[in-house]
């Protein structure tokens, strides 16, 4: 399991990565996708360190940034509609927690949408990126995918 330090970190590094020329682009409020496996409430841990990573890293909900949740409720089979509906609302990242399954959704929602995506395993073995150097395909594994 993810400790929350490293999970902030990750999140701030991957926001401060976002393309600076998209950020020029956009309007001032961001829309974060997040993508998850369970509920909000069984993942309230981790909702809890999400806050607190955007916020160290200067965006709040409502002031700058928005975040459209798409919770599987435990049902997997639901990922890849969910991830589409994500794609759909035109959010600038898609951020998704602990499970290939949703990494893997959000990858085949989206060739031109960042992917932040934490998870537990090796993601080149799991088959999410080609390699941790080049994972290819707008990828970079740990922060943006």
């Not at 990242?93 to 932040?116: G, R």
């Amino acid at each position: 399991m993810i400790r929350r330090r490293e999970f902030i970190t990750l999140l701030g590094g991957a926001a401060a990565s976002w393309p600076i020329a998209a950020r020029a682009q956009q309007s001032a409020v961001q829309l974060i996708g997040y993508l998850g496996v369970g509920t909000a409430d069984a993942n309230s841990h981790l909702m809890t360190a999400f806050f607190q990573g955007l916020q160290d890293t200067g965006y709040t909900p409502g002031r700058n940034v928005e975040i459209k949740y798409r919770w599987a409720e435990g049902d997997y089979a639901r990922l890849p509609g969910l991830a589409v509906e994500l794609v759909q609302e035109r959010v600038d990242v898609i951020v998704t927690v602990a499970a290939f399954p949703t990494a893997f959704a959000a990858k085949a929602a989206t060739t031109s949408i960042p992917i932040v995506f934490m998870i537990g395993g090796d993601p080149v073995a799991g088959g999410l990126v080609s390699s941790l150097s080049h994972p290819g395909g707008g990828t970079s594994p740990g922060s943006l995918l």
